[in-house]
């Protein structure tokens, strides 16, 4: 009979715990970033040192452009027209470059982690 009484308490408590995952997720800033004319806008993000963040990465031209940064360790492809989150592990202080892989000649940026 105690584990009948347990069961609806840790049910409860389980509710709970993933109703916080969702307000912990939304405590992430979210910069935005667009890609047109292989161009990335704004070129720089500035951002709190040792913190989470994630980009919301717009692509305004027609074809599909890499996001590739070996300096922040992270690629993602996002197709023409498209938008793509793309999340970020807390930095150190310091610079972070970015590009654009199939436009690495225009589309360049930078991270600054103050």
């Known amino acids: 009979m105690t584990i009948s009484i347990l069961r609806p308490a840790i049910l409860a408590a389980a509710c709970i715990a993933c109703a916080a995952l969702p307000a912990a997720a939304a405590d992430v800033q979210t910069i935005e970033l667009t890609l047109k004319d292989h161009k990335f806008s704004p070129e720089t993000i500035e951002v709190p040192a040792n913190e989470r963040f994630q980009i919301k990465l717009t692509n ?18 996002v197709g023409g027209g498209q938008t793509g ?4 592990q807390p930095l150190v202080p310091g610079r972070y470059m970015f590009m ?3 436009h690495a ?10």
């Open 100 to 102: 654009g892989e199939y």
């Open 60 to 77: 305004a031209d027609a074809t599909p452009d890499e996001f590739d940064s070996t300096d922040l360790r992270v690629e993602k492809v």
């Open 85 to 88: 989150i793309i999340r970020i």
């Open 105 to 114: 000649a225009t589309a360049r940026g930078i991270v600054v982690a103050k």
